[in-house]
């Protein structure tokens, strides 16, 4: 009998949510934790439908962003985008940056433009291309050369730190470790902090991923780059 009644409570609530109009649904989703979104919108077609529309992500970004109605569009190579992609910024900005001083959604947008051109690119530009792109976009929005590198140094240290751990990444990371050293004039110039970052995941999280050729072939440009280089590094 406990179960019957549990069940026709579970069926109760779930034609009244079913009755709601979407700018109920609406204002009850956003406030509920962000981390439980992506299961929220598998339960019914009618959800999927508002995560997937502009409604939705406006009323997130002003519940939870409130001053980014005041933010101006920017120049640059990297757009700023709908609702959606501004909230995810923002949220990027503000959790894997800790930014809070106007530079936080430029700096989101940024690393998701660079994330999504490794993860999701076959065959991405090469990594002096996409850092040119970003310390271009800085510079265009008045930041100097020395502001410019380091928050592309950052951009790029958070983005290799969240990849997937899976065959693509480490071909991507294989490929980063193989380009050749093009001179480029400061800030165009790679952050050395970057290139050992991607050695460093190469030799501790994808070892197992090596054949002996490549392992040799990466340790030698490792080897030139850096002296000395960490014990952990070696041996296949």
């Not at 700018?23 to 598998?42: G, N, T």
């Not at 999701?120 to 800085?138: C, V």
């Not at 751990?165 to 952050?191: C, I, M, W």
Request: net charge negative.
């Amino acid at each position: 009998m406990t179960d019957d009644r549990d069940n026709d409570t579970l069926t109760s609530v779930d034609n009244s949510f079913g009755k709601l109009p979407d700018h109920l649904l609406i204002e009850i989703f956003i406030r509920v934790p962000v981390s439980e979104w992506a299961q929220i919108s598998c339960v019914k077609k009618q959800w999927a439908n508002l995560f997937h529309g502009e409604c939705l992500w406006q009323a997130a970004l002003i519940r939870t962003f409130p001053l980014a109605s005041q933010a101006k569009r920017w120049p640059g190579p990297i757009p700023r985008g709908l609702s959606k992609r501004r909230f995810a910024a923002l949220y990027v900005g503000k959790h894997i940056f800790a930014l809070d001083n106007g530079i936080d959604e430029i700096v989101g947008h940024t690393y998701l433009f660079l994330k999504e051109q490794l993860e999701h690119s076959t065959m991405p530009p090469p990594s002096g291309i996409l850092h040119g792109t970003i310390i271009d976009q800085f510079i265009a929005c008045g930041k100097s050369r020395d502001v410019a590198h380091e928050l592309a140094s950052q951009i790029w240290l958070a983005v290799l730190d969240n990849l997937e751990e899976n065959q693509h990444t480490f071909l991507l990371l294989k490929r980063l470790a193989l380009e050749e050293d093009v001179f480029l004039p400061f800030p165009y110039s790679r952050s050395i902090k970057v290139q050992w970052k991607v050695f460093e995941k190469l030799f501790t999280d994808f070892r197992d991923c090596f054949n002996h050729a490549d392992y040799y072939d990466v340790l030698a440009i490792a080897k030139n780059k850096f002296q000395p280089i960490p014990s952990a590094w070696l041996g296949y």
